[in-house]
């Protein structure tokens, strides 16, 4: 089994800055992508970023110049450094990540429970 637990959601003035985590824990043999997604009220989820095991990231159009992916290879965890926060950046946030359990098993996606976000104008 593989938990993804994400942590750091709140309640921020438009122009503030957050910082997400998400950990990943349990039967974990190697870790490829990770991600982060989101969901607004009413809204289809929509990527936010992506960063894979080399490296390479992508970010979507509205959060662009804004915000920043990283993560901790050695903790298993994704960070979400958002600043310049706006009022439409209110959703859940979701981390996203593909591992495996085993040196032969393939890699699995898993979801995160998501954590708020809440940017007041």
């Known amino acids: 089994q593989v938990h993804l637990v994400e942590s750091g959601g709140g309640l921020v003035q438009a122009g503030g800055s957050l910082r997400l985590s998400c950990a990943a824990s349990?039967?974990?043999?190697?870790?490829?992508?990770m991600a982060w997604y989101r969901q607004a009220p009413g809204k289809q989820r929509e990527l936010v970023a992506t960063?894979?095991?080399?490296?390479?990231?992508n970010y979507g159009d509205s959060v662009k110049g804004r915000f920043t992916i990283s993560r901790d290879n050695a903790k298993n965890t994704v960070y979400l450094q958002m600043n310049s926060l706006k009022p439409e950046d209110t959703a859940v946030y979701y981390c996203?990540?593909?591992?495996?359990?085993?040196?032969?098993?393939?890699?699995?996606?898993?979801w995160g429970p998501g954590t708020q976000v809440a940017v007041s104008s």
């Open positions: 349990g039967s974990i043999f190697s870790i490829n992508a």
């Open positions: 996203y990540s593909q591992v495996r359990t085993s040196r032969n098993s393939p890699y699995l996606h898993y």
């Open positions: 960063l894979t095991t080399a490296g390479s990231t």
